[in-house]
């Protein structure tokens, strides 16, 4: 069973930055795709950033592009999410996930693993 540990979350204010990290356990490689999450109170989860592990391959929701950045470093087994100029916006609980790749890559409909999230706040 592929296990997903999140750290990294934290609190920051308006046009700060964190850097989140995931480490996968449980299993000898990193998954096809890799990708984080985000839920707000009251809000559904949404797709944040997208990774093809094995050709780097990356998407990023209209609303991050150009702020986040996904990464990995396949020798800890490890993804992660650097956030960059941070908005009330993006408050909220962060998941890791894991997913099969598809013939369309890694759209964020192809992923089925969960880490347990960790949180993040951003003042105004």
């Known amino acids: 069973q592929v296990q997903l540990v999140e750290s990294g979350g934290g609190s920051v204010q308006a046009g700060g930055s964190l850097r989140l990290s995931c480490t996968v356990s449980?299993?000898?490689?990193?998954?096809?795709?890799m990708g984080w999450f985000r839920q707000a109170p009251g809000k559904e989860r949404e797709g944040v950033a997208s990774m093809r592990t094995a050709s780097g391959e990356t998407g990023y929701a209209g609303s991050v592009k150009g702020r986040f950045t996904i990464s990995q470093d396949k020798s800890k087994k490890t993804v992660y999410l650097q956030m960059n100029n941070l908005k009330p916006e993006d408050a909220a609980m962060y998941y890791c996930?894991?997913?099969?790749?598809?013939?369309?890559?890694?759209?964020?409909?192809?992923?089925?693993?969960w880490g347990q999230g960790t949180q993040v706040t951003v003042s105004s």
């Open positions: 996930a894991a997913g099969p790749v598809s013939l369309l890559g890694c759209p964020f409909n192809r992923y089925n693993n």
């Open positions: 449980g299993y000898t490689y990193i998954s096809d795709c």
